[in-house]
């Protein structure tokens, strides 16, 4: 079964420093997205992006954060300079396309720690 | 920002009874619900979903009811097994899923023997 894979499964990292996080979508996918979960919270939506653009962020994702989808099967998200704050699973998502019958399938995370 | 709710944080039910999950939501623009469940250090994985132009949607022993004049809908399981246990959220969009899914804070299922 397709499925969505993140790397790296945790990454410890200091204050400050750059993270780039890696997913590969289902390959006849075209939408991809970024959210994340604090832990205890609920899952935050951050960015959608379609068409090698970004479709739709939310106020989380600011300057701070980047997307790219540097080939044809990679789907990277960058934080330049991490924050205690950015703590958190981030999972990649991918969905066919539009519409009321699709879902959307998650990886299975990406633990995120900031010290 | 608590568009989606799930007001019961834990949930337990013993094997082979009916489990009902709620959820509620403020925002009258969202037009399809879904439902995804969690285990521990996995990804949600998707386990059904309702468009607003319906108030039922079934598969197997899954079942989402819609009240759209409440902004509320259920989900059930019937009957409940001991694999079911898991976090369970409910997720909104307006236009479909390639739109941003609304997350309430999820429920945890304890199925128990």
């Known amino acids: 079964e397709p499925e969505v894979t993140q790397t790296p499964s945790h990454q410890v990292t200091q204050m400050g420093q750059e993270v780039i996080l890696r997913c590969v979508p289902i390959s006849n996918h075209l939408y991809f997205y970024w959210y994340r979960q604090i832990l205890g919270q609920k899952v935050e939506f951050l960015v959608s992006?379609?068409?090698?653009?970004?479709?739709?962020k939310s106020e989380i994702f600011d300057d701070q954060f980047s997307v790219e989808r540097p080939d044809g099967s990679n789907f990277t998200l960058k934080i330049r300079s991490t924050k205690l704050e950015d703590s958190a699973m981030y999972f990649c998502?991918?969905?066919?396309?539009?519409?009321?019958?699709?879902?959307?399938?998650f990886g299975e995370g990406s633990r995120l720690t900031v010290l | 920002d608590q568009q989606v709710k799930q007001n019961s944080p834990s949930l337990s039910v013993q094997e082979g009874r009916i489990s009902i999950l709620n959820c509620d939501y403020t925002?009258?623009?969202?037009?399809?619900f879904l439902w995804y469940k969690k285990y521990p250090a996995e990804g949600p994985t998707f386990l059904i979903s309702?468009?607003?132009?319906?108030d039922k949607n079934e598969d197997g022993r899954f079942t989402v009811f819609l009240n759209k004049s409440a902004k509320h809908l259920s989900l059930h399981i019937v009957p409940s097994q001991p694999g079911d246990s898991a976090v369970y959220f409910c997720a909104a969009s307006e236009g479909g899923t390639a739109s941003k899914l609304t997350f309430g804070t999820g429920t945890r299922l304890q199925v128990t023997l």
């Open positions: 925002n009258s623009m969202f037009d399809y």
């Open positions: 992006f379609y068409n090698n653009e970004i479709s739709e």
């Open positions: 309702i468009s607003s132009i319906k």
């Open positions: 998502a991918s969905t066919k396309g539009p519409g009321y019958t699709g879902e959307l399938f």
